[in-house]
């Protein structure tokens, strides 16, 4: 099914935590056999994903003159479909992704697609510059201006932030706890449905590796190099799904 090959210790791996089952030798195999497909295309999906990141504060940099020209009084339409065009692929995802995400609120913003350049092309003006500003700006503040060698100090302006960046702008950062690792939940929700086909089994709390599931997730972790993840994503995906881990007694 996907282009990662599952290596001998790898589906080796595979086969004992379906072993551990306890649903016979050779219904192991065929199941195990099934199984190393699919997390083969899911771990494919979440390469692809982890290839496509960019650091906040590059992408930030990137989208500052889109951003101040879409907030203009009277923007320019002509510069910003320039812009938008040689925006890099990842931040073109970026923007498309966001805009996905936000279409449940702003129906609008699913005319954008997965093709932002298309989109930028044959928008109207309006539309075009309406989108880009929800989509690129999540607030602002006025920022004071410079001091000048001459002793006066610049005329204040307003500072907007950029993908959770702005430039002299104070941002809440987050309550405690790690950042979500959302790639990396993703692939274990991949993961879940993936044992669920293969298996007919229902995914187990847990995130200690103790259980079948969890267990496998933290070996799946371990091939790519970031097993030191499996347990804060684990707990994200619980949290999510809202699955406990079944009493002991």
Partial sequence: MGNFQLYEE???????????????????????????????ASLDAYLTEAESRVDPVELARELRSLTQLVLALDPSVGLIRRHVADLSDPVADQIADRAFRLSAQIPTLSDVGSDLRGWAKRANSADLVLALRLCLVEGGAMVPGRRRLTGRQSAAHFEPVIFGRGR?????KHNGGRPTDGAEVRLIAHLAID???????QPEGGRDGHTAFSGLVHDVFGWIGIENKAQHCLRQYWKLTKVKRPKRW
């Fill in 168 to 172: 002299g702008v104070s941002i809440p």
């Fill in 10 to 40: 790898a589906r080796s791996d595979v086969l004992r935590v379906v072993q551990s089952l306890r649903i016979g030798a050779s219904a192991a195999f065929v199941v195990s056999a099934d199984l190393c497909a699919r997390i083969s």
């Fill in 195 to 201: 044992w669920l086909i293969s298996t007919g089994v």
